[in-house]
DNA sequence: TGTGGCTGCCC
DNA sequence: ATTCTGC
DNA sequence: GCAGAATGGGCAGCCACA
């Protein structure tokens, strides 16, 4: 039988290992050793997914719940143990501790969590609905802490969260599994990329079954991602590339068996009931009786060019009013690969290839424009071309590839502009999580308002910090705190942080009505006081001219 | 019945 | 999404 | 160069609660 502490100590055990080699060798000695529907779990468990493909509806403040339930104090003491720690695990593993014991069984002294049993309770977590879900994920967590053991306790958390951070991924698990089989790690990780489906892939690798697992109709493939390129030159050095448009939309994989059409987004989730007209265009243009298509949709407004982003978001996921929003904002597909057709598997056919197969299967309305070019200058001419219609910039692809389902690699470069960057004034920080414990950890952004000399909310920035940038803010801003509320201090306005980003959004939630898009920190701006942060009335232009829009 | 907080997923 | 870090 | 971790804005749907 396979018991959750085993799995606990296995965790902790890779948590304290740096090499990927070590760990991949303890982890591949534990999975070899589990039956068959344990070795499902455990795998599955290891990357931090409770049950495959389905959500739990946890989060932090159900976790928090649960763990103040089973300590027998408030969510809030709860909260401030989160800010001393900075770990939901060691927070979980506390409440164990002093839980109280919520049956017989655990005055006994029960005799330990098996896999099966936990991931049963995160069935009955992910299978509640309606009025009383709530209070029902509440009381299965708070059933677990109470049979766990303190190590046990730290992954139940971690699990809830689908979150492990003991340096696992689905690289290091794929490994392991073929490493415990005796299997090509390749094969392996061919097999993940076209189910998405961990617990399947490791039983089939245990029973030597993988080649089983092959592209299919409405199994959806894991997508090919792009890597950030240098510039054009550097993406041209190899020769010729596939030079498209970047579009500022959402990816869609469809999958096409005759009349039935499914559209699947980036994380694989069936979209197909949200997107109605994205349905009938390729029923209507689509040859191929069955196919496997990728492509970005993108709104278009009426005057041909890019609708907001936001605008996107709002057709996405939609069960309501769909055909009232595919009105007002319609979406255009845009197809540039393929990879599946009429029961062939087109995955190591070369792009170019594959391009020249969607051509054939589709019609040329519905096909994202490309061509393949090795002269510099052409090529930075269709990149101002994209910028100039609203889009974010270039795909340059190397022609000779295979489709490489869930690698971000060189074949594919994405090439966009460098916005100018604002500074900004540090207002506010949250303490951090996990490695940024006990440090501030993100940092709230205010832009000066001329007329009433206040500092005006544009977001938070968290990323673009070294760990030992990190630590010297934190002991700076520590002494300018004037406030502090739950995992948010307030500071007096002293710092000003160089912020870049890609976009200028506008904001409902912040109280300058404006939000960057992806910031990051540039630089720590010494030289610079707060009253010389930049105005409103700068980001409102900058909002005004962005991509392409005026002045071109 | 309306609303605000939470969660998951687009980028 | 972006970015940093250790292997 | 890769994989993992820590973090951004903003949307819809759902649930709790007033």
């Given amino acids: 039988m396979g018991s959750f502490l085993a799995f606990a100590q296995i965790c902790q055990k890779a948590a304290g290992i740096g090499s990927s080699l ?38 932090p403040s159900i976790l928090y719940d649960a763990l103040a339930r089973a300590m027998g104090c408030t969510p809030g003491q709860v909260a401030d143990l989160m800010r001393s720690t900075g770990d939901v695990g060691l927070v979980a593993a506390a409440a164990a501790e002093k839980k109280r014991p919520l049956s017989l069984a655990a005055f006994a002294g029960s005799d330990g ?42 992954f139940i958390a971690r699990l809830a969260m689908e979150d492990m951070r003991i340096g696992v991924g689905e690289g290091l698990a794929r490994d392991a599994i073929a490493r415990a089989f005796d299997l090509d790690p390749e094969e392996v990780e061919r097999g993940y990329n076209l189910t998405s489906n961990l617990e399947l892939v490791a039983k089939r690798a245990r029973e030597g079954r993988l080649a089983e697992l092959g592209v299919a109709i409405n199994r959806p493939v894991k997508m090919m991602l792009a890597q950030i390129g240098e510039n054009i030159p550097a993406a041209l050095a190899q020769g010729a590339v596939a030079v498209e448009w970047k579009y500022d939309g959402a990816r869609v994989q469809i999958h096409k068996d005759g009349p039935a059409i499914r559209v699947f987004s ?3 989730e069936d979209v197909t009931a949200s997107l109605p007209e994205i349905v009938q265009v390729v029923r209507e243009r689509v040859w191929a009786r069955e196919a496997i298509l990728d492509g970005e ?80 200058a052409a090529v930075q001419k269709i990149y101002d071309e994209a910028l100039a219609a609203g889009h974010e910039g270039l795909m340059l692809k190397n022609p000779s590839s295979p489709y490489a389902p869930g690698k971000r690699g060189k074949n594919w470069l994405k090439i966009k502009p460098v916005m ?34 206040e ?15 990190l630590a010297e803010l934190t002991g700076i801003l ?25 976009e200028i959004q506008r904001s409902p939630s912040y109280s300058s009505g ?38 071109s």
């Avoid at 455990?42 to 997914?49: K, M, N, V």
């Avoid at 049950?51 to 989060?59: A, D």
């Avoid at 440090?439 to 009433?452: E, N, P, Y």
């Avoid at 909310?457 to 030992?468: F, I, K, N, Q």
């Fill in 22 to 59: 070590e760990k991949v060798e303890i982890l591949a000695g534990y999975l070899r050793d589990l039956q068959e529907a344990d070795l499902g779990i455990a795998a599955t468990f290891l990357i931090g997914e409770a049950i495959p493909g389905q959500e739990l509806g946890v989060g």
């Fill in 113 to 154: 969590l098996e896999l099966a049993e936990v991931q049963g309770r995160f069935m009955a977590i992910a299978r509640a609905s309606g009025r009383g879900s709530q209070e029902a994920r509440v009381k299965n967590l708070h059933y677990l802490f109470s049979e766990a053991s303190p190590l046990e306790a730290q």
């Fill in 266 to 268: 980036r994380r694989l």
């Fill in 297 to 376: 949709v993108v709104a278009t407004g009426g005057d041909g060019r890019p609708m907001p982003f936001q605008d996107i978001l709002r057709r996405f996921r939609r069960k309501y009013d769909v055909d009232r929003m595919a009105r007002s904002v319609p979406l255009k597909l845009n197809l540039f690969d393929i990879l599946y057709l009429d029961g062939e598997d087109l995955l190591n056919r070369t792009l170019q290839e594959r391009r020249r197969l969607l051509t054939k299967a589709a019609d040329q309305g519905i096909l994202a424009d490309q061509v393949v070019c090795a002269d510099q």
């Fill in 420 to 453: 100018e960057s604002l500074d900004l004034v540090v207002t506010g920080a949250r303490w951090g999580e996990g490695k940024r414990a006990s440090q501030l950890g993100s940092f709230r952004l205010g832009c000066r308002d001329v007329q009433t000399g």
């Fill in 455 to 469: 500092l005006l909310d544009v977001g938070w920035v968290a990323t673009g910090l070294s760990e030992d940038l």
């Fill in 478 to 502: 520590r002494d300018l705190i004037v406030k502090e509320s739950g995992m948010e201090v307030e500071v007096a306005p002293q710092v000003v942080f160089e912020v870049g980003y890609e």
């Fill in 514 to 551: 404006y939000a960057l898009r992806f910031p990051r920190l540039i630089a720590v701006r010494d030289d610079k006081s707060p009253e010389e942060a930049d105005s409103l009335e700068r980001i409102s232009e900058i909002f005004r001219i962005q991509r392409g829009r005026a002045g």
